[in-house]
């Protein structure tokens, strides 16, 4: 095996790692110092790849401090279909809701950047690799349409290898017609969309409300597509060219307005944000006040 | 007409079918009256027929569904529409095989039908990429129901395909954006729309001409976030598992129309449509005047709403006080879970502790509740939307206020940044974090 390959193989399991003070890259497979990758924003500092983020953290490096107020946030995922697999679904649930502190992938609110208002989501990829079921899909449409009512824009946050989640069966994938129909309300009623992309964003989230932004962010590197990589390479039975579906073949395809590094998202967002009319319509939180 | 029998579960069928055969030979030959005898084989015959398609497993369902002897799109176009007049092509970059539309007449309706093209034989098939399109399809679907919209005439998709195609070209040319816009305008289209499950519902590939003002499904169809094999790829690593996974995924019509997510079942003649095509095309042709009537009785605006409404209120999930009980007995769960797997790791049985998976008696009647909200979240086809008090039926606008808060206890605020306005509730007391495992069933991640 060519030590390319080899390499990927090796260094691809960055949780196998101990505890310590060093790192290897997902991305270059670099032996990188952690506290350094942490002041960067969990960004590589060999290759700026960008390492998956919590949604917490998401908000933290984002939002203006203390004034993010989630909404819905008791929405609690069931297991419609009695799902059991090697483990039923309920169980897998209630121990991811337990590692992360989380009901389900996503949290949507509102707050500001900059002291711009907004309604804000993000998902979590620890959560069932950020997949969409049945909450995923009514917060992102609740967000949606309060955008719409109170005249905010909309921010969300995306990331999610598995798209929808296969646990809720077509339950998850409605939730697609579902969060896209409520982007298109946004849109009838003249609000503004703005989509972020991260590592990875993929089939149903994808082919949804995350590719229906009014400007679509990515982050560099990130993986964005329909299909995944591998499910390509065994249908179609070649090797995939260097850099398809991420961020940068995304842009040269017109599929992305701009690339934006983790730490510059804030401003970047701001700037935009600063082009969108925004007003809060009924006081929705004291925190909210337009700029 | 000679029908083939070649699932393994209508074996029966087939050997009746034989001896029936062989009993008329046998008459001709012999020249006796045996037709009281026939009757009865026969009679036993259909019974057979009748018993076994309507106890099919979901798996012998998608078996039927992709049985290339079922009546296709092509079919249909010649069976049910007059004057079918096929336009091409998506203006940007081509014309995919994989999507046929044009315009049609069913009955005394005009409409612009789009469907999924699989092809009858081996070069067909190549030639529309078996019925998997790629964006250009998908992008041709919405201009033709674009065009819909501005004749003022319906549209009628017909979904028969494994997926859309995963291939360079596909994702170059953006087939996720391609089927997001698809959803995004089709839920806005100012026409009627009807969508029906011919065979296979291929995931987004399939959801992609399938938003509208109705979703029905031809009885042995099926309609599913991922495929069976996929589906048993991921669970147990191994595709030969696909029955199983047939069965967990309740991709079945009825399953589908128990969740709300499909509004009409068409029954297909016995035996299933590929033992009578002109049966189940004439079955199908039927259900759309039918359908198009009802639907064309609504003013647009209202249409519209429903359209919305019916998308958005499918999902299940609790909120509340319901979410706070279910909740809870899920967190108690785990950490009896967490607790017993300790305990048989340390060596010794636990004798006393609650069975992992034993549910409380409020948790029960919840579960029963929920079961029931998502039940109650599917209205019945054709009848107005009952507005489901459950909490699988969402509100159709959101309160503007944030719920209530209860204390949270210290261990929940775990993680949280300083970006939050309060500490999050978490109600439950987490169990040990160290106790769960990691899953071995967690989908590959992409690389
Ligand atoms: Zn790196």
Redesign the interface.
Known sequence: MAWDGLKKFVFRRKRDLPEGLWMRCDDCGALIYKKVVEERNNTCPECNYHFPMTAPERIQLLLDPGSFHELWEDLTPVDPLGFVGVNVYRDRLAETQIQTGLRDAAIVGVGTIQSKPLVFGVTDSRFIMGSMGSVVGEKIARGAELAAQEKLPYVVISGSGGGARMYEGCLSLMQMAKTSAAIARLHDAGGVFVSVLTHPTMAGVMASFAALGHIVIAEPKALIGFTGPRVIEQTIKQELPKGFQRAEFMLDHGFVDLIVARQELRETLARILGYIPGRVASGIHPALSPA | MTVEYTHDFEKPIAELEQEIAKLERLAVKSQLNLSAELEKLRDRALQVKREIYGNLTPWQRVQIARDPRRPLLTDYLAGAVEDFLELHGDRTYGDDKAVVTGFGRIGDERVMLVGHKRGKNTAERVKCNFGSPHPEGYRKALLKMQLAEQCRIPVVTIINTAG?Y???G????????A???N???M??LRTQILCIVIGEGG??GA??I??GDRLAILENAY????SPEG?AA???KDGTKAPQAAQ????APKD?QG?G?VDDIIPEPVGGAHQDPPGAVARVKEYIQKTLRELRALPIGELLKK??ER??R???????EE??V??QA??V??AA?AQAKAQKEAGGAAPNAPAP?AASPTESALLVA??GG?LSAAPPSASAPAPSPSAAA?PP??A????ARSPAPAA???????????P???SAT??P?AA??P?????????
């Open positions: 859309a995963p291939g360079i596909a994702e170059e040319r953006g087939q996720a954006q089927i997001a816009k959803l995004f305008e839920s806005r995931s987004g959801l992609g399938g938003l309609f599913s976030v991922i589906c991921i669970l147990w967990v995924l309740k991709l589908l969740l997510v359209r919305y998308h958005r499918i999902g299940a999930f609790l909120e509340g979410a706070k279910y909740f899920s967190m769960k785990a879970r998976n929920g079961a998502v969402a606008a959101p503007p206020v944030a719920p929940a605020g775990e993680g949280r940044g300083e970006g939050w306005s309060e999050p509730s978490a987490p169990a974090i769960t495992t899953d071995p069933t967690a989908p590959p991640a992409a690389p």
